[in-house]
T-cell receptor, first 113, second 117 residues
Framework: DQQVKQNSPSLSVQEGRISILNCDYTNSMFDYFLWYKKYPAEGPTFLISISSIKDKNEDGRFTVFLNKSAKHLSLHIVPSQPGDSAVYFCAASELGNTDKLIFGTGTRLQVFP | DAGVIQSPRHEVTEMGQEVTLRCKPISGHNSLFWYRQTMMRGLELLIYFNNNVPIDDSGMPEDRFSAKMPNASFSTLKIQPSEPRDSAVYFC???????????????FGPGTRLTVL
């Protein structure tokens, strides 16, 4: 059973606008969340993370929001750029088991001019 | 640093054959992870090692899969015998696990695309 779910397999956004990628989780023991970005023929690369003690973390154009009560997190990219076109994976780990990341199925983002 | 190195990048084999995937982690990293990526299940953790010792292999699909890490700079994932449903992209990742999460980002290799006919 998928503990981390990304229900939108794809998203298309115009350059300059906001991209919002969503992620839901079922395991209440998760306390650390990450987003990874993957280009074709490359491995995923770490993008941004958030601890469960926070509800927002910002890094340049990228902001991750965490809603623990809803078991939901989202990644906002503002403004979106064509170079952001990639597959984005949401991942989570449990308190006391930080080594083990549980990934979602990914969302393919396409930013068009 | 060259990053995580995986070989081969592509592997095409016939059902029933043995397949061995190889990984060289980033020098100095103490943990190594094997993942499989499929459309249906995304990135699944198969097994991970810490200081060359297998810690969690609960993601290994079945006995046909085995992984070893004979030293800190090399790991293999073996499938014997291979089946068409094993076709996927297999990633290796490494990290430096510490008491603080700020240093335990996982760095992924480019992956091995396996096709079993």
């Amino acid at each position: 059973d998928q503990q981390v779910k990304q229900n939108s397999p794809s998203l298309s956004v115009q350059e300059g606008r906001i991209s919002i990628l969503n992620c839901d989780y079922t395991n209440s023991m998760f306390d650390y969340f990450l987003w990874y970005k993957k280009y074709p023929a490359e491995g995923p690369t770490f993008l941004i993370s958030i601890s469960s003690i926070k509800d927002k973390n910002e890094d340049g154009r990228f902001t991750v929001f965490l809603n623990k009560s809803a078991k939901h997190l989202s990644l906002h990219i503002v403004p979106s750029q064509p170079g952001d076109s990639a597959v984005y994976f949401c991942a989570a780990s449990e308190l006391g088991n930080t080594d083990k990341l549980i990934f979602g199925t990914g969302t393919r983002l396409q930013v068009f001019p | 640093d060259a990053g995580v190195i995986q070989s081969p990048r592509h592997e095409v084999t016939e059902m029933g054959q043995e397949v061995t995937l190889r990984c060289k982690p980033i020098s100095g990293h103490n943990s190594l992870f094997w993942y499989r990526q499929t459309m249906m299940r995304g990135l699944e953790l198969l097994i991970y090692f810490n200081n060359n010792v297998p810690i969690d292999d609960s993601g290994m699909p079945e006995d046909r899969f085995s992984a070893k890490m004979p030293n800190a700079s090399f790991s293999t994932l073996k499938i014997q015998p291979s089946e068409p449903r094993d076709s996927a992209v297999y990633f290796c990742a490494s990290s430096l696990i510490s008491m603080t999460r700020s240093t335990d980002t996982q760095y992924f290799g480019p992956g091995t695309r396996l096709t079993v006919l």
